[in-house]
């Protein structure tokens, strides 16, 4: 299983807008709603930020919104803060009853 | 509140064996899996497995089946990775993280604090 594709950098500045890519094939993002997405600040765990491909948890800032066309799956972030900058990585549910990750993306704040 | 607390951090040798350990607290153990996470600068998050502790059931990576196994004593509400053998390759930091254990809940809303684990000679 093939780790899904994501951009290796975002850049924006403080209050712009940016989306993040994840692509993946029909056995996995295309296949299932079951997308979701995990922020990670350096030197910590992963955070739950969208899960089912557009649904924040609670806590979750609405600034954060996830969609899918296809075989890609994007999140994107508006209003972007100095908060935001951390590595984001996508998931998702496959086929063959396992999950895979993404590549992860490095979003900076300008 | 609800955590997932992990072992502390391990170094090893090539050739020695390891267990490491995840425990949660604040919810029911048995109302969730148990999923278990590698994390590399070279590779990012790679899924490794989960259990259910309800019954022990577990399914592996393809790419970690026969490299690690998972288990659970809901005894201790406690869930493991182990290694038999480890190699210079397993140098990682691992996180547990759980999973609501119904067929449509897809998606890790907790995780532990990770735990390093480092194989060197």
């Known amino acids: 299983q093939s780790a899904l594709t994501q951009p290796a950098s975002v850049s924006g500045s403080p209050g712009q807008s940016i989306t993040i890519s994840c692509t993946g094939t029909?056995?996995?993002?295309?296949?299932?709603?079951?997308v979701s997405w995990y922020q990670q600040h350096p030197g910590k765990a992963p955070k739950l930020m969208i899960y089912?491909?557009?649904n924040r948890p609670s806590g979750v800032s609405n600034r954060f919104s996830g969609s899918k066309s296809g075989n890609t799956a994007s999140l994107a972030i508006s209003g972007l803060q100095a908060e935001d900058e951390a590595d984001y990585y996508c998931?998702?549910?496959?086929?063959?009853?396992?999950?895979?990750f993404g590549t992860g993306t490095k979003v900076t704040v300008l | 509140e609800v955590q997932l607390v992990q072992s502390g951090a391990e170094v090893k040798k090539p050739g020695a064996s390891l267990k490491i350990s995840c425990k949660p607290s604040?919810?029911?153990?048995?109302?969730?899996?148990i999923v278990w996470v590698r994390q590399t600068p070279g590779k990012g998050l790679e899924w490794m497995g989960t259990?259910?502790?309800?019954?022990?059931?577990?399914r592996y990576s393809p790419s970690f089946q026969g490299q690690v196994t998972i288990s659970a004593d809901k005894s201790i509400s406690t869930a493991y990775l182990q290694w038999s053998s480890l190699k210079a390759s397993d140098t990682a930091l691992y996180y547990c993280?759980?999973?609501?254990?119904?067929?449509?809940?897809?998606?890790?809303?907790?995780w532990g604090q990770g735990t390093l684990v480092t194989v060197s000679s």
């Open positions: 993280a759980r999973r609501w254990v119904g067929p449509s809940y897809n998606w890790f809303d907790t």
């Open positions: 604040g919810y029911s153990f048995t109302s969730y899996c």
């Open positions: 259990i259910y502790p309800g019954d022990s059931d577990t």
């Open positions: 029909s056995s996995d993002v295309g296949g299932y709603n079951y």
């Open positions: 089912d491909v557009s």
């Open positions: 998931s998702s549910y496959t086929s063959s009853s396992t999950y895979v």
